[in-house]
């Protein structure tokens, strides 16, 4: 599958990429120098958990290689009132009479229970390109839906505020 990522996204995954190959690499490397160290392997459960630990981090690597290679670069760039990536989006839900603010993003990122909508979410979906003051139908499952109506659009870089609430 070919994700679909943003400039900022890709940056994000090589500095992930380089911090596991300088750092998190020689850190799980030495200890599985120092649990070898201990004596016999076949009774040294340090050393497994170690080796375990080694192989999760070249296999994150990896992933993160691949994603780089086969991804499609999406620009974050959208009109004033239009809804696009990055933006924080404040929606009022019809059904549940509430207001709630999310901030789309791209699916790599995507984490609802941190507010963060992916573009691949029926929600997200339904908002990308919208206009401000637009009420939109969320499609669930090609009958059934709710709708919502975009009452804000944030377009400014993220704060201190984003970081804490994870955005």
């Given at each position: 599958?070919?994700?679909?990522?943003?400039?900022?996204?890709?940056?994000?995954?090589?500095?992930?990429?380089?911090?596991?190959?300088?750092?998190?690499?020689?850190?799980?490397?030495?200890?599985?120098?120092?649990?070898?160290?201990?004596?016999?392997?076949?009774?040294?459960?340090?050393?497994?958990?170690?080796?375990?630990?080694?192989?999760?981090?070249?296999?994150?690597?990896?992933?993160?290689?691949?994603?780089?290679?086969?991804?499609?670069?999406?620009?974050?760039?959208?009109?004033?009132?239009?809804?696009?990536?990055?933006?924080?989006?404040?929606?009022?839900?019809?059904?549940?009479?509430?207001?709630?603010?999310?901030?789309?993003?791209?699916?790599?990122?995507?984490?609802s229970l941190k507010g963060m909508i992916s573009t691949e979410s029926p929600l997200g979906k339904a908002i990308l390109?919208?206009?401000?003051g637009e009420r939109v139908q969320v499609k669930i499952d090609g009958q059934e839906g709710y709708f919502v109506e975009?009452?804000?659009?944030?377009?400014?870089?993220?704060?201190?505020?984003?970081?804490?609430?994870?955005?």
């Amino acid at each position: 599958m070919r994700e679909q990522l943003t400039k900022s996204d890709i940056k994000k995954i090589e500095e992930e990429i380089e911090h596991r190959k300088l750092v998190v690499r020689k850190e799980a490397i030495e200890a599985v120098k120092e649990a070898r160290a201990h004596g016999d392997l076949s009774e040294n459960f340090e050393y497994y958990a170690a080796k375990r630990d080694k192989n999760q981090n070249e296999s994150r690597i990896r992933y993160l290689e691949r994603m780089l290679r086969t991804a499609v670069v999406i620009s974050d760039q959208s009109e004033e009132d239009e809804v696009g990536l990055n933006n924080r989006v404040t929606l009022y839900f019809e059904e549940d009479e509430e207001e709630e603010i999310y901030k789309l993003v791209t699916s790599i990122r995507g984490n609802s229970l941190k507010g963060m909508i992916s573009t691949e979410s029926p929600l997200g979906k339904a908002i990308l390109g919208r206009k401000l003051g637009e009420r939109v139908q969320v499609k669930i499952d090609g009958q059934e839906g709710y709708f919502v109506e975009i009452r804000a659009i944030d377009k400014t870089p993220g704060d201190e505020e984003d970081r804490i609430r994870g955005f």
